[in-house]
């Protein structure tokens, strides 16, 4: 049975459609690490490269090549992943895939298709090592906020809306679709999500160093490494501080 891995959201991810128009041509672009069909007349191939470059670099990984297919009709986007409107591109792992929808553009592929591609890497590289609370925001350090582009509007994190939420345990910060629901004191529950997920990276990032983390704590258990290594006994408690020292 396939089943998706993982996703790229409305709100964060969408910063800017602007009038970009969306038209497919005909155009396959192929490099080392994607087969990209479907590709949009704007996207050319040193800008797939370009990208694949950085993430690759960042997660120190080369990637084992994988399909990508843009999909022009939203109606067949969304029977693909049956998540509801706000997906704008999923990825399967085991099938080494991703689908990017109709609502990825100009102004936000970079951002886009770099967290997908760091959820690639995240499987072919850790396989089940990076616990899932971690791996969503560190897509996000990866791509969005750590390697991003000028054509890409990269989002940052709002952290006084933040600190006015109703703070979720970090053991939450999972698939969006599958932990988070409406109500709950949270006005908005999946940009919570991914700011929430995004200033945790951006914590462990200023704390222990990510690479240092990836590196080092998967031969101990990132828990362990966090208490013995990075003096981080409670996470929860520390993002918390986090938060409140960072809101404006």
Request: net charge positive; proline share 4%.
């Amino acid at each position: 049975m396939n089943s998706i891995f993982s996703i790229f959201i409305t709100g964060l991810a969408a910063m800017c459609f602007a009038s970009d128009s969306w038209a497919l041509s005909s155009t396959s672009i192929e490099t080392n690490a994607v087969k990209l069909t479907n590709a949009p007349s704007w996207l050319t191939e040193n800008r797939v490269e370009r990208v694949t470059a950085k993430l690759q670099d960042t997660l120190e990984w080369d990637i084992r090549k994988i399909s990508v297919t843009f999909v022009a009709s939203q109606t067949e986007f969304d029977a693909h992943h049956k998540l509801g409107p706000g997906v704008l591109a999923f990825t399967r792992k085991r099938e080494k895939t991703i689908e990017l929808g109709p609502r990825v553009i100009n102004d936000n592929f970079d951002a886009v298709f770099g967290h997908e591609l760091a959820h690639i890497i995240i499987g072919q590289k850790y396989t089940t090592d990076i616990p899932e609370w971690l791996e969503e925001g560190l897509c996000n350090w990866a791509a969005a906020w750590r390697t991003g582009s000028a054509k890409s509007k990269n989002p940052t994190i709002d952290y006084s809306w933040l600190s006015k939420q109703t703070y979720r345990p970090v053991a939450g910060l999972v698939h969006p679709f599958r932990t988070l629901s409406a109500g709950n004191e949270i006005s908005d529950p999946v940009k919570y999500h991914y700011m929430a997920s995004t200033a945790l990276a951006e914590m462990l990032d200023k704390q222990c160093g990510m690479h240092q983390l990836l590196q080092l704590a998967l031969k101990k258990g990132v828990t362990k490494y966090l208490s013995q290594f990075c003096e981080i006994s409670d996470i929860d408690q520390s993002l918390k501080k986090w938060i409140a020292k960072k809101k404006p």
